[in-house]
């Protein structure tokens, strides 16, 4: 067995819920160069593993920690390794959470190893639930990472429009598969975000975000021939217009589109 194994605790790990434990604590000092944590602060934790992140949040002067860890073995570890008052540890999918219970000590930070098989439906919860918000550090696949952080060209498309419509992200540490055990077969990035207040306005919002998804449908294809099938006007738009790729628009121009198009 492996040098570092959480297995020494004696709990298996389990593939179905992606379970891939942080080990070098390099990475879990980085994050907390990124939030402000103080006496008032409120940190949520999702996936909590051995409990490498959750000992080094607790050494911090926060006034609370909740922590979400599906394995109850787990769960029922971290819970007895660390005997601290602050620390609450939810034996639940944080997908099945009611984000209503945080409201009360809303502003949350959020520092987490994200499982990668669920990494889009955490984000959409996050983005539901941005009011509840402050910041965060997350680390993630990094080719997910980087489609979040596209501005154009190759990877950029709805999910890098979507998210960076509704949160301030900043690229931080690219972290190797050795940093993990066992060692996943793909490089992970750290990425800092917090919620956006002050939001550009878009007419029918819902819409807006469809017609996004139509646009990069085919995203070597043009606007023309992505919009061809829809029941949009698109004979309002110049040729020249019509024949660029969504790819090579920015947030601007396809919110221009949109409001020439309706």
């Not at 738009?237 to 660029?244: I, N, R």
Request: with cysteine.
């Amino acid at each position: 067995m492996n040098r570092y194994s959480p297995q020494r605790q004696g709990i298996a790990l389990k593939k179905k819920y992606g379970q891939h434990f942080l080990k070098q604590e390099t990475f879990v000092q980085r994050m907390f160069d990124h939030v402000q944590l103080d006496e008032n602060s409120c940190v949520f934790e999702i996936g909590c593993g051995e409990g490498i992140l959750t000992g080094a949040i607790l050494q911090r002067p926060i006034k609370k920690l909740w922590v979400f860890e599906i394995d109850s073995e787990w769960a029922r570890f971290v819970q007895q390794k660390f005997p601290d008052s602050r620390l609450e540890v939810f034996t639940q999918n944080i997908l099945d959470i009611d984000f209503q219970k945080f409201a009360p000590d809303a502003p949350w930070t959020l520092l987490a190893n994200l499982p990668y098989n669920i990494t889009f439906p955490i984000l959409h919860m996050l983005q539901k639930n941005r009011h509840l918000l402050k910041e965060g550090v997350i680390m993630i696949q990094e080719e997910v990472a980087l489609k979040i952080l596209k501005t154009s060209g190759r990877g950029y498309g709805f999910i890098s429009l979507y998210f960076q419509y509704y949160f301030e992200w900043k690229k931080l540490d690219k972290v190797p598969p050795t940093a993990f055990y066992p060692a996943p077969k793909v490089f992970s990035r750290l990425l800092y975000f917090k919620p956006k207040t002050d939001l550009q306005a878009i007419p029918e919002q819902e819409a807006f975000w469809k017609f996004i998804k139509m646009c990069f449908a085919q995203p070597r294809r043009t606007l023309r021939n992505n919009l061809a099938s829809t029941h949009y006007k698109s004979d309002v738009l110049s040729d020249d217009l019509l024949q660029k790729r969504a790819q090579e628009l920015s947030f601007a121009d396809l919110l221009e589109i949109w409001n020439r198009i309706q």
